[in-house]
């Protein structure tokens, strides 16, 4: 299966600033995803990346605040914009690869102070 | 509103106890996957299932996927501390589908 390389781990970040997530694959695939995992929950998918194409987004995530890039098969950056305690959460990036199943990255920890 | 319930939310246990944690839906799946998530780390997958009824082992991990496919189980067997983690189960209404995340089981075995 595709290994995932995710960074940052975690970063603490001021409210009103802005974060850029980097998602790397070791392989080609044709759609990226990006969840959002609040503390003790469970996994809630804000966007599917294709190359090439803009991003789809699943209701309550719009792309002015969680922009999105997929500039190649094998990259893509999802931003949080403008901050707030609320954006508190890991953010995780995945593909899926068939029968296999999703891959994810190991996550990025997100607080904001 | 859930698409996909998970029990217990919570559960503790000694080592060496056997446990079963379920996924239940009112909604038919075409296919079902469980994944355990560690401390900071992304979840991995443990399996899919895709026939009603079919049952499928992994060590001491037992899947059974309910014959109406709206539904499915995991037992442990012999509980190691290495088994603690949270429990997702996700599931795909139709194939090509995104699949959609239960809320988690997260399972503590002490040593």
């Known amino acids: 299966s595709a290994v995932i390389s995710q960074k940052p781990s975690r970063d603490i970040c001021q409210r009103g600033t802005s974060l850029t997530i980097q998602c790397q694959v070791d392989?080609?695939?044709?759609?990226m995803f990006w969840y959002r995992q609040q503390p003790g929950q469970s996994l809630t998918l804000i966007a599917t990346?294709?190359?090439?194409?803009?991003?789809?987004?699943e209701s309550g995530f719009v792309i002015d605040k969680f922009p999105i890039s997929r500039p190649n098969l094998t990259f893509s950056t999802l931003t949080v914009s403008n901050m707030s305690p609320e954006d508190s959460s890991i953010y995780l990036c995945?593909?899926?690869?068939?029968?296999?199943?999703?891959?994810f990255g190991s996550g990025t920890r997100l607080t904001v102070v | 509103t859930q698409l996909l319930e998970q029990s217990p939310q919570f559960l503790s246990i000694q080592e060496g106890e056997n446990l079963t944690v379920y996924c239940n839906s009112s909604?038919?799946?075409?296919?079902l996957q469980w994944y355990r998530q560690e401390p900071g780390e992304g979840p991995v997958l443990l399996v899919t299932v895709v026939t009603g009824g079919e049952v499928k082992k992994l060590k001491r991990l037992t899947f059974q996927f309910g014959d109406a496919r709206k539904d499915s189980s995991l037992h442990i067997t012999a509980a190691q501390p290495g088994d603690t983690g949270l429990y997702l189960c996700a599931g795909a209404q139709n194939y090509g589908q995104n699949f959609v995340f239960g809320p988690g089981t997260r399972l503590s075995v002490l040593p």
């Open positions: 990346a294709n190359q090439g194409s803009e991003a789809t987004y």
């Open positions: 909604s038919v799946f075409s296919s």
């Open positions: 995945s593909v899926r690869q068939g029968a296999i199943g999703y891959t």
């Open positions: 392989s080609q695939v044709t759609m």
